[in-house]
């Protein structure tokens, strides 16, 4: 059960687009279509942002986009707003009624 | 509104024991899976554990099998982690999680864990 691996950092500038990837195996990422992805502010609790790889909740903003090819899905932010600044997180079901969630990328909006 | 509310944590020796409890309301508690998720301060996110709708399916982060158990009452809307033999590395602010298509779709605002002599 090793951490999904994400960049520790990230930054853009306003307007801007930035990519978090997050790299798994073939038992989790790569083998089920079961990739979240949650958003962080300091002091609070994660806010889910997407989920199923691509999907959307309602109250998401559509800059914000999932995608995923073999075993790295990534988040794509595009448009980026200062609100934007927080803490993201992968997460994949791992199979055997598991999840997995990746180290965290702490995005910057310089 | 759907609302998580944890309790039960506090300051415990190592070697204790502690039982997290978390408080559903708004939905239909026994329609959803449930999960457990830690943070310890300043780190990052762990899933913990989970179950599904009745229980009858359950998962274990390596690092908590043996030691901690999860379970759920639908009856009462409630989810339990009882944590046993806690270890200094098990300090966290623990999140009571519900699930949806493998994704946490509401959190609740959590419940911190000490484990320090």
């Known amino acids: 059960q090793s951490a999904l691996t994400q960049p520790p950092s990230a930054s853009a500038s306003p307007g801007q687009s930035v990519t978090i990837s997050c790299t798994g195996t073939?038992?989790?990422?790569?083998?089920?279509?079961?990739v979240s992805w949650y958003q962080q502010h300091p002091g609070k609790a994660p806010r889910l942002m997407i989920y199923?790889?691509?999907k959307r909740p309602s109250g998401v903003p559509d800059r914000f986009s999932g995608s995923k090819s073999g075993n790295t899905a990534s988040l794509t932010v595009s448009g980026l707003q200062a609100e934007d600044e927080a803490d993201y997180y992968c997460t994949s079901y791992a199979g055997s009624n598991n999840l997995i969630f990746g180290g965290g990328t702490k995005l910057t909006v310089l | 509104e759907v609302q998580l509310v944890e309790s039960g944590g506090g300051l415990v020796q190592p070697g204790r024991s502690l039982r997290l409890s978390c408080a559903a309301s708004g939905f239909t508690f026994g329609d959803y899976a449930m999960h457990w998720v830690r943070q310890p301060p300043g780190k990052g996110l762990e899933w913990v554990s989970g179950l599904n709708w009745n229980g009858d399916t359950i998962g274990y982060a390596d690092s908590v099998k043996g030691r901690f158990t999860i379970s759920r009452d639908n009856a009462k809307n409630s989810l339990y982690l009882q944590m046993n033999s806690l270890r200094a590395e098990d300090t966290a602010l623990y999140y009571c999680?519900?699930?949806?298509?493998?994704?946490?779709?509401?959190w609740g605002q959590g419940t911190l864990v000490t484990v320090s002599s």
């Open positions: 073939s038992s989790d990422v790569g083998g089920y279509n079961y």
């Open positions: 999680a519900r699930i949806s298509a493998w994704a946490v779709d509401c």
């Open positions: 199923e790889v691509t």
